[in-house]
């Protein structure tokens, strides 16, 4: 029997192919923002439908419902995977598990921004999405709102106004870019912070009402620079931090004299589905 079962872990795994995703360069200010669609930056697991299965960025399947996907559509679709602003730990741990919850997946929606390799400009591809999502009416299914802005002081004041909402930034598209894969200008981020990843090398202890847990992370980054991280720990990662060798995710506004990031603020441990 466990060989039976090794046989078929590993046909599963070999018939896993990571996809060729379109990924985003920064945004700097300049381009002409009316040339572009704009959308909420989704703090969710991005997932990429073939049609039949979703795929994380690695290429992993991830083992979603039977009746969450019975209703989409059969072709490519790129996605998030989404329970809600700042509640990303939760949606990976509901998406990560090898056999779902179905009262956990009912919570979650997939929310696509694109068609990959379909015909046309990105401003057809919205239109296609749209028609896509109304033939096959799937509860679980939804396209993400794009809209337009007229110019850099309008996409700052959305983003303060989203940002304060709890999202975690802008997207930008290019009206007329037709789809292809790879980091590419056609598609944009935008954020009021900049984010990277370091890895856990020890802990702090915590003091006063943090006494007995962790006051902070001490992380190394991958130039070999060490500094610790407080802010943003949950009480729980506190009282359960990740071990030695995880790599983080955190936030910061720029750069001190010794080229140490500035307001490090710990954001997520560094997605393991990717």
């Known amino acids: 029997m466990n060989k039976i079962f090794l046989l078929i872990c590993c046909l599963l795994l070999a018939g ?6 379109l990924l985003a360069q920064r945004y700097e200010a300049g381009i002409d923002v009316k040339q572009y669609w704009i959308s909420e930056k989704l703090d969710g697991v991005r997932a990429f439908w073939t049609g039949q299965q979703l795929l994380t960025r690695g290429g992993q399947v991830i083992a979603a419902p039977a009746w969450f996907v019975a209703k989409f559509p059969r072709q490519a679709l790129d996605g998030e995977l989404w329970l809600g602003r700042n509640q990303f730990a939760q ?8 056999q779902a919850v179905d ?3 009912q919570q979650i929606r997939y929310h696509i921004f694109e068609l990959p390799n379909a015909p046309g400009t990105f401003t057809e591809r919205i239109q296609a999405m749209q028609a896509l999502s109304a033939k096959h ?5 939804q396209v993400i709102p794009q809209f337009r802005l007229a110019n850099h002081a309008e996409l700052m004041t959305k983003l303060t106004a989203l940002e304060q909402q709890g999202a975690e930034g802008l997207m930008l598209h290019h009206q007329d870019a037709h789809y292809k894969t790879g ?9 009021s912070y900049q984010d990277t990843e370091a890895e856990v ?20 980054t991958p ?3 060490t500094f610790a991280i ?6 729980a990662l506190r009282q359960n931090p990740p071990p030695l060798g995880t790599v983080v995710t955190y936030r910061y506004n720029g750069f001190t004299n010794k080229g140490l990031p500035r307001f490090a603020r710990f954001l997520r441990i560094r997605q393991p589905l990717e």
């Open 201 to 220: 090398i020890g802990y702090r202890p915590g003091k006063g009402k943090y006494q007995g847990m962790v006051g902070a992370l001490v992380v190394k």
């Open 16 to 21: 896993a192919t990571k996809p060729t995703l």
């Open 230 to 235: 407080g802010s943003g720990l949950t009480d």
């Open 223 to 225: 130039d070999g620079k």
């Open 103 to 105: 009262a956990q997946w």
């Open 183 to 191: 980091r590419s200008s056609d598609l944009l981020k935008l954020k």
């Open 137 to 141: 009416q799937s509860p679980y299914l």
């Open 91 to 98: 949606t990976l741990s509901i998406v990560s598990k090898a």
